[in-house]
């Protein structure tokens, strides 16, 4: 197989996949954030119960244990050069998503009956610092609480 004439052919073939390529990147900086929401939240003595949990419903970027109560956990991560603070992007059809996962999560993977909570974890990454964490707890109520 000659690798250097398939590099060749795929460069010639890279502007088809502009859009999946920033789109990476984007991930990139999400999968990042998420990793140090996990770490702010064990320093703070969370337990972290999952990553990514999906479902045809909606997904919940980490769930946790916070002494007796399940803490599911929505991640915002920004570049410092974006202009939206991270804060202001878990819209509510966002946290309805979230809400939707979490009673999915509850009915086939835990147990309902204890106390649940509902956190944002922010976190804003200037370029060539250290990322800024901010953790909202009780940051959505769900309908009917």
Excluded at 66 to 74: P, R
Excluded at 127 to 141: I, K, L, N, T, W
Aim: proline share 5%; net charge positive.
């Amino acid at each position: 197989m000659n690798f250097a004439l398939i590099r060749k052919q795929l460069s010639r073939l890279s502007h088809l996949n502009w859009p999946f390529r920033r789109l990476e990147g984007h991930l990139h900086l999400g999968r990042r954030g998420e990793r140090v929401a996990v770490r702010h939240l064990k320093r703070r003595h969370y337990r972290i119960i999952g990553r990514n949990y999906r479902c045809s419903l909606g997904e919940i970027d980490l769930i946790a244990g916070d002494g007796d109560t399940l803490v599911f956990v929505e991640v915002k991560t920004r570049a410092s050069h974006q202009l939206q603070d991270p804060s202001e992007t878990a819209g509510p059809v966002k946290w309805r998503r979230v809400e939707r996962a979490a009673r999915h999560f509850l009915a086939r993977k835990a147990k309902a009956d204890g106390p649940c909570r509902f956190d944002l974890v922010t976190v804003l990454w200037p370029s060539g610092g250290s990322p800024v964490v901010e953790h909202f707890e009780d940051a959505y109520q769900p309908r009917g609480q």
